[in-house]
């Protein structure tokens, strides 16, 4: 195991030496200043500027941006819908696929519109390129951007020196795109078709193997594809097994730069939170209760594959690891990845709301796919979604200094801003929202005889886990899936052809990840809104310090309470049902 | 209502344009330069045998028969077009049969020609599925066993054989990340150029 627990450290070394680095040049794009791109892509944006009609240094109040954002992403839902529908006319579509059904459509627009990639169809066997690339990778890049966007306009409001301006939408989305998520998404495009990843628009191609069978060999415009999806945090595979495929993920390497693509921009953001707040050590101290969860979850994870699952050991299979075997629970993992690249996945991909997989969730031991459960129940706070993960944590740091505030009796105060009923009202709601209807939804589709259809594994903790996972992870916009669970029935007939959807899930799953996107962005935006009107006191003795050990604790001890705690009695019934008993079911 | 129209006419002209640079330039521009600087692997990293192309090596093929080295289990029969997990939980009673199956028929195939082998010795990614269906590759200690039989079968010496997998084992990307493996399709390729089965 030591040498797997060398990649591990390794991964975390280098992310901790990328967080600043990142996290400076994404605080100069943010505040507008000049990057060393600035001489390509300024006329680029100035370009775009005029087209949208925007000026880009014309504030928005709290109001005026949501709307801009909700219009802009109903538009999206409207154009990806439509595209999705009508696939059967479109160009770049070789293997002549005809559209998925409505009610799965409905479920995948909502599901791209939303950063989720909650995927009911397989990719290669559903969807042509020309859905792939102008509908679903398009909203890869946007949905990543308004993420950002988000949290961006809150830290403007925590900064601004009383007034009603968090930014202009139209400009932090353009600059997110142009300066942030296109160029690194075009080196590690190239560097993954370097390595394996195809990239190319071909037919399917039939190959005669070499021992006289057949074998088709799905191609399409994979990379560029693979490295916005990694990077923005969507995780929508290009095939059905996703980050497993050796096409999407060919070899140790390309795993470890994919992995990188994930965190990077969360945990970059948190240095440029520190930045624009103008204390770095607010920012390390948000990053800090994020790694102290993250690597824990992976250990966890880690140790618990690397011992093995109960139906292996009463096959008589033997888990230990020696020379030339990695051991463990290669149920469903690949050996160019083993257990430990596996297991650094399976964290890396729950914590942020990536949802990609290079291995697969439902055959996990017990406890180790009991992480990801525990990664979803802190509502994606720990890294997070790019923009979504900081401004879900932000939410929970506001929640820790009142409580803070109130166990040492001084009034609740963050970076000099006052926290009062309002802001505190809206934090709750925003806390609490996702969690409510994450219960809500698994608990109609774990009652109503009509979702039964969609459980693969039949009436056992299996069966459980894969109800809640599936709305859990679509109610934190991840999309990794219990992939048993399903709301798609495709017979094996090429095109499409004889596939029905089942409304009852999709349409489910649909509307909750649109309402638990959005509710919370609302929230969000108007505690900017709110804090953006404050004046700023100087901090006095009874200020509580939020950038030092004593806080990161109580933070990390708040989203532990709140979040775990609201599924830990459903998180029993599933996955620690399995891990501590070795009854087979 | 002013502002609410101005954003729908932004947004519309912002969805046309973003759709074209991010959803058409973008993706078309990247194969466009790797159809150039990297045609192999933009097209699938096709390995061929006497000339004509039989796979790629970074897809597994299934393999019968006793002269080649096997494949791992694939839920999906190793499909290239139709891709989905097995999905089998840790506490499956159907799991624990499928894996007492292939642990039975792994070793009625290969202790014949290594009477040494006990099952303690099979290592895991032989008798169990894996993620993607395609796994391109099987462990050493796998490949190490079922050479004893491979040797036999094709007339060649342990070692010859040993050789053969050394020179096909992929090992850790720069010395550390991932696992070490040795890649089936190209070994056994690598045999049928060795000693032709006649």
Not at chain 1, 119 to 129: C, D, F, K
Not at chain 1, 142 to 170: D, K, Y
Not at chain 1, 393 to 412: C, D, E, N, S
Not at chain 2, 82 to 106: C, K, M, Q, V, W
Request: charged share 10%; aromatic share 10%.
């Amino acid at each position: 195991m030591a040498q797997g627990w060398l990649q591990i450290a390794l991964f975390a070394v280098v992310l901790v030496a990328l967080t600043k680095p990142l996290g400076v040049y994404m605080a100069r794009v943010f505040t507008n200043q000049h990057v060393f791109l600035t001489p390509v892509l300024g006329p680029i944006e100035r370009f775009t500027y005029r087209v949208l009609r925007v000026r880009p240094g014309e504030g928005q109040d709290w109001k005026g941006y949501a709307r801009s954002l909700i219009v802009f992403s109903l538009l999206f839902w409207v154009a990806l819908y439509l595209i999705l529908r009508t696939q059967g006319v479109q160009p770049f579509n070789p293997q002549g696929f005809h559209s998925a059904p409505w009610d799965v459509n409905f479920n995948t627009t909502s599901s791209f519109i939303t950063n989720t990639n909650w995927q009911y169809y397989g990719g290669e066997a559903t969807m042509s390129y020309f859905s792939q690339m102008a509908g679903l990778a398009v909203q890869n890049f946007v949905s990543a951007a308004v993420g950002i966007a988000v949290v961006v306009a809150l830290i403007r409001g925590i900064v601004a020196r009383s007034g009603r301006e968090i930014g202009n939408f139209w400009a932090d989305l353009t600059r997110t795109i142009l300066y942030v998520l296109l160029p690194i998404s075009i080196v590690g495009a190239l560097f993954l078709v370097s390595q394996g990843v195809i990239q190319n628009l071909g037919h399917y191609q039939v190959i005669h193997t070499l021992t006289g069978g057949n074998q088709v060999l799905a191609q399409g415009p994979v990379a560029s594809q693979e490295a916005i999806k990694e990077l923005g945090t969507n995780g929508g595979g290009f095939f059905n097994v996703n980050s497993a495929y050796p096409f999407e993920n060919p070899s140790g390497l390309t795993n470890f730069v994919e992995l990188l693509l994930i965190l990077v921009i969360p945990a970059g953001l948190t240095y440029t939170y520190g930045r624009m707040v103008g204390s770095q050590r607010q920012g390390w101290a948000i990053f800090s209760a994020m790694f102290v969860l993250f690597i824990v979850g992976v250990a966890v994870v880690y140790l618990a594959e690397q011992h093995g699952s109960p139906a292996q050991h009463a096959a008589g299979l033997h888990t230990a690891a020696f020379d030339g075997s990695t051991g463990g629970n290669m149920v469903g993992k690949e050996q160019r990845f083993g257990v430990a690249d596996s297991s650094l996945w399976t964290a890396v991909t729950t914590v942020t709301s990536c949802g990609a997989v290079n291995a697969a969730f439902e055959s996990l031991t017990g406890i180790g796919g009991a992480v990801p459960f525990v990664n979803l129940g802190f509502s994606e706070v720990v890294f997070g979604g790019v923009g979504a993960g900081l401004y879900s944590m932000l939410l929970y740091v506001l929640l820790a200094v009142f409580i803070g505030g109130l166990m040492v009796g001084r009034t609740p105060e963050y970076l000099g801003k006052k926290i009062q009923a309002r802001e505190i009202k809206l934090v709750s709601l925003g806390v609490l929202f996702t969690p409510l209807v994450t219960l809500l939804s698994a608990g109609i589709a774990s009652a109503a005889p009509v979702a039964k259809q969609s459980i693969y594994a039949g009436r056992n903790p299996s069966g459980l886990s894969e109800t809640l996972y599936a709305y859990l992870s679509q109610a934190n916009n991840n999309g990794s899936a219990w992939a048993g669970y399903t709301g798609f029935v495709q017979p094996h007939a090429p095109g499409n052809v004889g596939a029905h959807g089942l409304s009852f899930t999709d349409l489910l799953g649909g509307i909750v990840m649109i309402g638990a996107r959005f509710a919370p962005i609302l929230f969000v935006l108007a505690i900017a809104g709110a804090l953006a009107g404050k004046k700023v006191s100087p901090p006095g003795l009874g200020t509580m310090r939020t950038d030092n050990p004593t806080f990161v604790f109580l933070l990390v001890g708040v989203v532990i309470l709140v979040g775990a705690l609201t599924f830990f009695p459903a998180i029993l019934l599933g996955p620690v049902a399995n891990g501590l008993s070795g009854r087979l079911f | 209502m002013a502002g609410l129209r101005r954003d729908l006419v932004t947004a519309a002209v912002a969805l046309v344009l973003m759709t074209l640079v991010l959803g058409l330039a973008y993706p078309l521009v990247i194969p466009g330069i790797a159809q150039v600087v990297f045609p192999g692997q933009a097209n699938g990293s096709k390995v061929s045998f006497e000339g004509r192309t039989v796979g790629s090596k970074l897809i597994g093929q299934e393999f019968k028969g006793r002269a080649y080295f096997h494949s791992r289990p694939s839920a999906t029969e190793y499909s290239a077009d139709a891709t989905f997990f097995g999905n089998a939980g840790p506490n499956s009673a159907e799991l624990r049969d499928s894996i007492r199956e292939e642990l039975a028929a792994y070793l009625k195939r290969e202790k014949p020609y290594d009477r040494s082998l006990t099952r303690e010795q099979v290592p895991v990614d032989a008798v169990t599925e894996s993620a993607s269906g395609v796994d391109p590759q099987i462990s050493e200690a796998n490949a190490r066993i079922q050479a004893h039989r491979v040797a036999a079968v094709r007339n060649l010496s342990l070692a010859e054989v040993e050789a053969l997998i050394a020179a096909h084992t992929d090992g850790r990307s720069l010395g550390v990340l991932g696992e070490p493996g040795v890649n089936v399709l190209r070994l056994n390729i690598a045999l049928e150029e060795k000693a032709p089965l006649r």
